[in-house]
C-alpha cells in the first residue's frame, strides 16, 4: 500500500494524457483504451492508483451522467401530446407509473443537492430554470464566437490568424 502513497498519480496520469493528445485532434474514447491497455501492461499500479485517487469524482461524474440520461429520457417523451396522454391516463386511473418518467428526472437543486422533479419545490424549480437559462445565454455567447471565427478563418486554421492572446480579448469582449 505504501507503492500507492509514494507517487504523484495525478501528475503522472496528466502527463501521459498530454503525451497521448498533444495538439492533434483525437478521439477521447480511443485514447482512454490506448491509455488503460497500455497501463495494463506497463504500469499497472499508476492506473489502480489513479483510479482510487480519483475514485469520488468518477462516480460522481457517473451518477452526473445516469441523472442526464434520465432527464433526456424524460424530454424525449415530454412532447406535449405524450405528456399530456399520461397526465389523462394518471388522472383517470390513478396510476402514477404512467407519469413516473417525468417525475423521476433529477436536477440539481441549490448547493448542489438532487432532487427528483416530484419532490422539488417552486423555489428549487426557479433555481433549475435560471441554470438551463443561464446556460442558454452561456452557449449563445459561444454560438456567436465560434462562427466570428468560423467566418474569419473559413478554410484556414484558428492559429493561421490568431495569436492566443488575441482569442482572448475578442472572448473578454464578448463576455
Known amino acids: 500500500m505504501t507503492e500507492l502513497q509514494d507517487r504523484d498519480y495525478g501528475a503522472e496520469m496528466r502527463a ?60 424525449h417523451y415530454s412532447a406535449r401530446t405524450v405528456f399530456r396522454d399520461a397526465a389523462d391516463t394518471y388522472r383517470e386511473t390513478g396510476n402514477k407509473e404512467v407519469v413516473t418518467k417525468f417525475l423521476d428526472a433529477r436536477y440539481a437543486t441549490d448547493g448542489g443537492l438532487r432532487k427528483r422533479l416530484a419532490d422539488m419545490t417552486g423555489k428549487d424549480l426557479a433555481f433549475v430554470a435560471d441554470t438551463y437559462a443561464d446556460r442558454v445565454k452561456r452557449n449563445r455567447k459561444q454560438e456567436m464566437f465560434l462562427r466570428l471565427l468560423a467566418k474569419k478563418v473559413g478554410g484556414g486554421c484558428v492559429n493561421d490568424y490568431f495569436t492566443e492572446d488575441l482569442l482572448n480579448d475578442m472572448w473578454q469582449s464578448l463576455v
Open 16 to 75: 501521459l494524457i498530454e503525451a497521448e493528445t498533444g495538439t492533434q485532434p483525437y478521439v477521447s474514447a480511443l485514447v482512454a483504451i490506448r491509455i488503460v491497455e497500455r497501463l495494463e501492461h506497463e504500469d499497472p499500479m499508476l492506473l489502480l492508483g489513479w483510479l482510487r485517487g480519483n475514485a469520488v469524482q468518477i462516480l460522481r461524474h457517473t451518477i452526473n451522467l445516469r441523472d442526464s440520461a434520465r432527464r433526456a429520457s424524460a424530454r
